[in-house]
T-cell receptor, first 111, second 120 residues
Framework: QSALTQPASLSGSPGQSITISCAGGSGDIGGYNYVSWYQQHPGKVPKLLIY???NRPSGVSSRFSGSRSGNTASLTISGLQSEDEADYYC???????????FGGGTKLTVL | QVHLVQSGAEVKKPGASVKISCRASGYMFSDYTMQWVRQAPGRGLEWLAWINGGNGNTKYSQRFEGRVTVTRDTATITVYLELRGLTFGDTAIYYCARGVFGTGIAVDFWGQGSLVTVSS
C-alpha cells in the first residue's frame, strides 16, 4: 500500500483538462513544500514534470501545472494530447519512516 | 549534459546480495544528492535511499534499513547501491536519480535502470 493515494486510472479526450489528485497527510504533502510529479511512458524512465508543488523544470510544457490544498496535491494537464497517455506518480518529502514517499500511480488514457 | 549510466542486469538467488553502480557525469557531483528508486514489474515507484554527493551522508527507507547500503566514490564519480538478503520480492528495475539542486527531494535526471531478477 502506497503512502500517498492516487486514483488508479483516469481518462480524458483530446483538448480537455484533467486533474490527478494525490492525498497524503500532515507529515508529507500537507507539511512540506516538496511535492513532485513524474510522468512515465511504458518501458521508459520516469520524467520530472513538477517539483516543489508548482515549479516546472526547464523544457516541461506549460500545459502541466501543480497545486496543493491542505493534505492533497493535484496535477492538472490542460489541452490533453495523445502523447500525454502515460502513468503519473506523485511524490513528497515525508517526516515518517522514509524520506520520500510515492503515490501508487495513475494510468491516464486519452480517448 | 547530465548522464547517469548504470551497471547491467543481474540475476541472483534468494539470500544473495547485489551491488549496482551509477556513474555520473556532466555536473558538479558534490553539489547534488543521488537517490535510488525501484520499480517491480507492473508496479509503482518505491524509494530506497539517498546519498549526499558532497559529504556522503545517507538516508534510507526504514523498510530497507539494515539490508541496504549506499556509497559513493568521488574519484570515479560513481554511486553504489548494495542490497542484501534478496527475496523474490526484490525483483525490480533499480534506478539512480539525481536530486534537484537545492532541496534535492525531487529528482530531475534518471539512470537507464538496472534490472535485478531474483530467481532460484
Amino acid at each position: 500500500q502506497s503512502a500517498l493515494t492516487q486514483p488508479a486510472s483516469l481518462s480524458g479526450s483530446p483538448g480537455q483538462s484533467i486533474t490527478i489528485s494525490c492525498a497524503g497527510g500532515s507529515g508529507d504533502i500537507g507539511g512540506y513544500n516538496y511535492v513532485s510529479w513524474y510522468q512515465q511512458h511504458p518501458g521508459k524512465v520516469p520524467k520530472l514534470l513538477i517539483y516543489d508543488i508548482d515549479n516546472r523544470p526547464s523544457g516541461v510544457s506549460s500545459r502541466f501545472s501543480g497545486s496543493r490544498s491542505g493534505n492533497t496535491a493535484s496535477l492538472t494537464i490542460s489541452g490533453l494530447q495523445s502523447e500525454d497517455e502515460a502513468d503519473y506518480y506523485c511524490s513528497s518529502f515525508s517526516s515518517g519512516n522514509t524520506l520520500v514517499v510515492f503515490g501508487g500511480g495513475t494510468k491516464l488514457t486519452v480517448l | 549534459q547530465v548522464h547517469l549510466v548504470q551497471s547491467g542486469a543481474e540475476v541472483k538467488k534468494p539470500g544473495a546480495s547485489v551491488k549496482i553502480s551509477c556513474r555520473a557525469s556532466g555536473y558538479m557531483f558534490s553539489d547534488y544528492t543521488m537517490q535510488w528508486v525501484r520499480q517491480a514489474p507492473g508496479r509503482g515507484l518505491e524509494w530506497l535511499a539517498w546519498i549526499n554527493g558532497g559529504n556522503g551522508n545517507t538516508k534510507y527507507s526504514q523498510r530497507f534499513e539494515g539490508r541496504v547500503t549506499v556509497t559513493r566514490d568521488t574519484a570515479t564519480i560513481t554511486v553504489y547501491l548494495e542490497l542484501r538478503g534478496l527475496t523474490f520480492g526484490d525483483t525490480a528495475i533499480y534506478y539512480c536519480a539525481r536530486g534537484v539542486f537545492g532541496t534535492g527531494i525531487a529528482v530531475d535526471f534518471w539512470g537507464q535502470g538496472s534490472l535485478v531478477t531474483v530467481s532460484s
